[in-house]
């Protein structure tokens, strides 16, 4: 499929940020977008980089009344050479079109959305950050746009990928945050639509999360949904604990979203010597094992943040500080490790970084 490409003119272009140290995560946005559309009778079709530009969607668009959109969120590193990096770009189009099939949407082929991207990130190249902890994020959306009502898969959809520059995810930065136990509210269910990055997954999280907010908390900390005992992931972020010399995780079992950054930890983590297992893990475990401190470190990775070490776990009314409540060592060693492959200042020796041809 070819991609018409419409430059904006002087009116339409955004005014970039000056402070790339002022930056606030998502709140600009680049001043270009790329769209296609797809019906049932015609598959995909008209890809186009248009200026960035609201959409005209009819009230009866599916998406509004029964929820089907999924999305992504990736970055676009400048390394201090100028090279613009992309970091394992591919695990998002295989998770986007599995969402895309769990949500009864049609899926993508792989190399288009590589082109596609590779289009968007030259006409925008100027909006990719030079400091290091900044980057461009990207952001691929799907929704059902065709105007009918009727619970049933729509005929219609709606792709588009919009970016913008970004800083750090959360307010505090590198410093941990605190997360608070929800045992009342479930964000997800196994043999739901958990392990897809739909939008009702996120819509599921706002109430405990601006509960926690209210009392002073970064994020919700998530059980299972059957027996709210086992712990499944944070709001944003998968979860990990360091348990002695041992890296524990909870396993993908249909209701954790599976996570690029939590694949990078495992692998960088065994790459290491260290040993992690997936495994079920317990609140109760969870806070006994802080307790009696055998819980070295906690931490959450996602792209958003990449690591983001926790510094205290609030459980049923009760505060619990994690070893002295600072960043772990194998926090901030994967830390460092990921933003410097990331970046291209370091080697790269499992092949995630695809550099864009600009």
């Not at 590779?118 to 065709?146: C, F, N, Q």
């Not at 249909?254 to 997936?278: F, M, N």
């Not at 776990?313 to 990921?338: C, F, M, N, P, T």
């Amino acid at each position: 499929m070819e991609i018409k490409i419409q430059p904006a003119g002087p009116a339409q272009q955004r005014p970039k940020p000056k402070d790339e140290s002022k930056l606030v995560f998502g709140k600009t946005f680049s001043d270009h977008m790329f769209v296609m559309n797809y019906s049932t009778s015609q598959a995909w079709h008209n890809c186009r980089i248009t200026p960035y530009q609201d959409f005209c969607l009819d009230p009866a668009a599916m998406v509004l009344h029964y929820g089907q959109g999924i999305f992504e969120g990736l970055k676009a590193y400048r390394s201090k050479d100028g090279r613009i990096l992309l970091f394992r770009p591919e695990k998002n189009w295989q998770r986007f079109n599995r969402s895309a099939r769990r949500m009864c949407m049609p899926e993508i082929d792989i190399d288009f959305q590589f082109k596609a991207l590779d289009a968007l990130l030259k006409i925008d190249v100027d909006w990719i950050p030079h400091s290091v902890g900044s980057s461009l994020y990207i952001r691929p959306t799907m929704i059902a746009s065709e105007p009918a009502l009727g619970v049933r898969p729509a005929n219609e959809y709606l792709y588009f990928i919009i970016t913008g520059p970004v800083a750090a995810y959360y307010a505090e930065g590198f410093n941990p945050i605190k997360i608070y136990v929800s045992d009342e509210f479930v964000r997800a269910v196994r043999g739901g639509v958990g392990e897809a990055k739909t939008m009702a997954n996120y819509a599921a999280s706002l109430f405990a999360a601006e509960a926690a907010k209210k009392k002073g908390f970064t994020q919700v900390l998530w059980l299972d949904g059957i027996e709210r005992k086992y712990v499944e992931e944070v709001g944003t972020m998968n979860i990990f604990f360091r348990l002695g010399d041992e890296l524990v995780t909870p396993p993908l079992t249909g209701s954790i979203l599976p996570g690029v950054t939590r694949d990078s930890v495992i692998h960088l983590a065994r790459h290491w010597g260290i040993k992690v297992t997936e495994r079920l893990i317990s609140i109760v475990e969870v806070i006994e094992s802080i307790k009696s401190g055998a819980m070295q470190e906690i931490f959450g990775t996602g792209t958003a943040a990449v690591i983001s070490p926790v510094g205290e776990v609030s459980y049923k009314g009760e505060a619990h500080k994690v070893r002295d409540g600072g960043v772990g060592e194998w926090s901030q060693r994967l830390y460092d490790e990921i933003v410097a492959i990331q970046y291209g200042e370091k080697a790269d020796p499992f092949g995630w970084v695809r550099e864009v041809k600009i």
